[in-house]
């Protein structure tokens, strides 16, 4: 039995929940820092309960029966983040955490905008070869605006475009377009996919005219590493494809090929990119390069040792001597300050939302609302696992952000629309369930024995 436009009462609950776990935290911070209770916790607190009633609002009238946690966990995680980015400001005396209140809101608005235009995510699969083109566009935009405006190249990595005050990381989005494309093509070509060839050692190998989707997949990752000197993206984009693959077909032939052709992508980059090889160094020895590139590596090991088990408290401890601290290393900045514990918890956090993800796209009867879902929480879960990775020297560096947490307006606006598209898919299989089968009429004993219908799909009722 499925719940009608009034009744998310899971979801509300949750997300007043974590409301006053923010209100809690961001009190606590207050006083840690010898500070008097002033207004602006009033107001970040009643913006992050009007702003996420909205969307619960939109979710009742639009999409009543989606999944119930993944909005919660979602906004759960954007409080945590708000709470260690003010943290930091109030330390390095910045206020960053305005720009990501702006962001959180406009995010939500968007995020709204997709659950109540969006009919169905199957007409998705309509506009899936434009949303390739625009992704690979977006994909390709900052290397083109680095060279048209050198001035505004503000950082080594060429994965960003600043319009005045403003600056978007397109890639954010191309991300999303791309998987929705490789989601459709999957589907129209897994034919071609699962064609066996040659076996080897037990696995089925496809032919080598097969070969040409996931050379071209692996080509593109390497030429944009290559052409904007940073390789999480790339790394991303093909992981994700890759699981994608496996997911269509089931072949663990294609996990080979794909992780050989990836040792072979790495090789290549790490020979022409002299930012790759010092970030590989410092996954080897950051302590040895202390006074230069191995300097963020080092302090986020510091202080994540410092905090231990159980952290130094929150406004405790020294996150803002990490560089970045409130948007690549947001992770060793609670690490420090609220320990193993809280490090684990915030993990457990995006597992429930993976994994809610994941039971989204078995219960997806479609091929492509199936991929689409499961694609979608893959490239979550690949980008938290080379994040926490990165911080703990587990992996080297990627430049990745964490996703709902980390400084920044792309990947907040991004995430939410990876969230958005995942409920509807949710509404949509739920609704579909929940509505009663039309029985095919009785036929006509004087003039036929068997039923007849016209229409094969009479007996199916579409959302």
């Known amino acids: 039995m499925f719940r009608d ?5 899971t979801e509300l ?4 929940f974590s409301a006053v776990i923010l209100g809690i935290a961001l009190v606590a911070l207050q006083f840690s820092q010898g500070n008097e209770l002033n207004s602006e916790v009033a107001v970040l607190v009643g913006g992050y309960i009007a702003v996420f009633g909205v969307a619960h609002v939109v979710l009742c009238l639009k999409a009543p029966n989606a999944d119930q946690i993944m909005l919660p966990v979602a906004a759960m995680l954007n409080a945590i983040g708000l709470v260690m980015i003010y943290r930091i400001d109030l330390a390095a005396e910045t206020t960053r955490s305005n720009s990501q209140v702006m962001w ?7 995020f709204a905008g997709v659950i109540w235009f969006l009919k169905s995510h199957n007409s998705l699969q309509n506009y899936a070869f434009l949303l390739g083109l625009g992704g690979l566009v977006l994909s390709a935009l900052p290397i083109v605006w680095a060279r048209v405006f050198p001035s505004n190249l503000t950082a080594d990595a060429q994965v960003w475009i600043t319009l005045g005050p403003v600056s978007i990381q397109p890639g954010e989005f191309a991300k999303i377009m791309l998987l929705i494309f490789f989601a459709a093509l999957l589907v129209n070509k897994r034919a071609l996919f699962s064609v066996a060839g040659y076996r080897v050692l037990g696995l089925q190998f496809p032919r080598v005219r097969d070969l040409g989707p996931i050379l071209l997949v692996w080509g593109l990752a390497i030429l944009i590493s290559a052409l904007q000197n940073d390789f999480g993206p790339a790394l991303l984009l093909f992981g994700t494809v890759l699981g994608m693959l496996y997911m269509a077909t089931g072949r663990s032939s294609w996990l080979v090929l794909g992780l050989g052709l990836a040792v072979v992508g790495v090789y290549i980059v790490f020979q022409i990119s002299d930012k790759i090889q010092e970030r590989f160094t410092n996954f080897i020895d950051p302590i040895a390069n202390y006074d230069n590139t191995g300097y963020q590596l080092s302090q986020a090991l510091f202080g994540m040792s410092f905090g231990g088990l159980t952290g130094t408290g929150l406004g405790e401890g020294y996150p803002q001597n990490v560089p970045v601290s409130y948007a690549d290393f947001i992770m060793s900045s609670i690490g420090e300050e609220l320990g193993f514990v809280g490090l684990a918890a915030v993990l457990m956090l995006f597992t429930v939302f993976v994994t809610r993800g994941f039971i989204i796209a078995l219960k997806t009867p479609d091929s492509f609302g199936k991929l689409v879902a499961a694609g979608l929480s893959l490239t979550l879960a690949i980008q938290v696992f080379v994040v926490t990775g990165g911080i703990s020297k587990l ?11 980390s400084h920044g307006g792309s990947s907040l606006l991004a995430n939410y629309i990876l969230l958005a598209i995942l409920l509807k898919i949710s509404h949509d299989v739920n609704t579909r369930k929940a509505a009663p089968r039309q029985p095919v009429p009785d036929a006509d004993p004087q003039t036929s024995v068997h039923p007849v219908v016209d229409n094969p799909n009479a007996g199916e009722v579409r959302s």
Request: charged share 5%.
């Open 104 to 110: 959180t809101v406009i995010a939500l608005v968007i």
């Open 395 to 405: 992996l080297p560096m990627t430049g990745l952000t964490t996703p709902f947490m």
């Open 5 to 9: 436009a009034h009744a998310r009462g």
């Open 13 to 16: 609950a949750l997300l007043v």
